[in-house]
């Protein structure tokens, strides 16, 4: 299994987009997205299978007509980092735009890709090779730069999250955050059935995986 965390960001930036594969190559890369997706291509050609954690919002709360003052209120976990503030907001417009490009190559280059899913157990049973998720790295949970390269420490960060996430999923909680008393509005799901990938429509409506970067001391110790 290849998991991967994506720091999304400007691919006209040195450094704005970057990502990190944890395989037996610890494989990392910065600013050229067909680096990630081939890596990507690659692996599932071949029969593997791959979990995307995206650094941005991929699904968002959506009160019904009763509770209309909680429109843009924060997740189940987000605590004052929401994703309806300034930054998340931004990274979402940029992430989800890249999410679905990536999804695009993905389908386009990978004939018997199969089904694709945002849901865990579906993932973890086999019946899909391709699990897509939202990472969360801030405040408390920010690793330290590496070789001075901050986006390319969050990318990690949150793959080595959604890694244990993934190998503990039967005996823990299989999200960090989560919409919770609200419908979820999932916009991975949104982004895989534009790139007319194999998804079910019902995944729209249901929660994602995220993947909250712990605190460094939490991290060191687990």
């Known amino acids: 299994m290849l998991v991967v965390g994506v ?71 987000e605590g004052n980092r929401p994703w309806s503030a300034g930054a998340g907001t931004g990274a979402l417009a940029t992430g989800l735009v890249q999410v ?39 405040d408390e949970g920010k690793p330290e730069p590496v070789d001075g390269l901050q986006d390319q420490a969050d990318a990690t960060a949150a793959a080595h999250r959604l890694e244990e996430i993934v190998a503990t999923w039967r005996s823990t909680s299989v999200s960090d955050l989560s919409c919770q008393s609200h419908a979820a509005f999932n916009l991975a799901a949104a982004a895989a059935l534009h790139a007319e990938m194999r998804i079910d429509p019902a995944e729209l409506r249901m929660d994602i995986v995220v993947a909250k970067s712990k605190p460094a001391k939490l991290a060191e110790s687990s």
Request: charged share 25%.
């Open 7 to 77: 720091d999304v960001g400007s691919v006209r930036r040195s450094g704005g987009f970057s990502w990190a594969a944890l395989d037996e190559e610890r494989s990392h890369g910065q600013d050229d997205p067909t680096v990630l997706a081939d890596l990507i291509v690659d692996h599932m050609r071949s029969g593997g299978r791959v979990a995307l954690a995206y650094e941005c919002p991929l699904t968002v709360p959506v009160p019904d007509g009763q509770h209309w003052l909680d429109l843009g209120r924060a997740r189940t976990g």
């Open 100 to 138: 679905a490009w990536t999804c695009k190559y993905i389908v386009d280059r990978v004939p018997d890709l199969g089904r694709v899913t945002t849901q865990l157990e579906q993932f973890a049973d086999g019946s899909a090779r391709l699990l897509l998720t939202e990472a969360m790295v801030t």
